[in-house]
């Protein structure tokens, strides 16, 4: 039998961060992006300074074309990410 040990290794950065998506600096920003696998990508986040309230406010469009980065991840980091951690922040916290 194999063990489970390993699936939780990738998700560990994640849990130590603060789940209030509000209380996000513009570097957790970034690092949860660094460590979805989009290294290039969350530069433009930094870039562009968003901190977690930007994130939770950003629109389809903003990320497709506000950060300057390739269509392919950005559809991805829209799909995958920002939405998913919106859905997860409105479904948890109504403080925004």
């Known amino acids: 039998k194999k063990t ?4 939780s290794v990738h998700s ?5 961060m603060n789940p209030n998506l509000l209380q996000w ?3 957790d920003v970034a690092s ?3 460590d ?14 968003i901190d977690g309230k930007s994130l939770l406010l950003m629109q389809r469009s903003d990320v497709l074309t506000g950060l300057s980065i390739r269509l392919g991840p950005a559809l ?21």
């Open 25 to 27: 600096t513009v570097a």
């Open 32 to 34: 949860y992006f660094s």
């Open 4 to 7: 489970k040990k390993n699936q």
């Open 76 to 96: 991805k980091i829209y799909e995958r990410h920002v939405k998913v951690l919106q859905r997860t922040h409105f479904l948890e916290f109504d403080d925004l």
């Open 12 to 16: 560990v950065k994640k849990e130590t």
């Open 36 to 49: 979805a696998g989009f290294p290039e990508q969350a530069m433009a986040f930094r870039t562009q300074e």
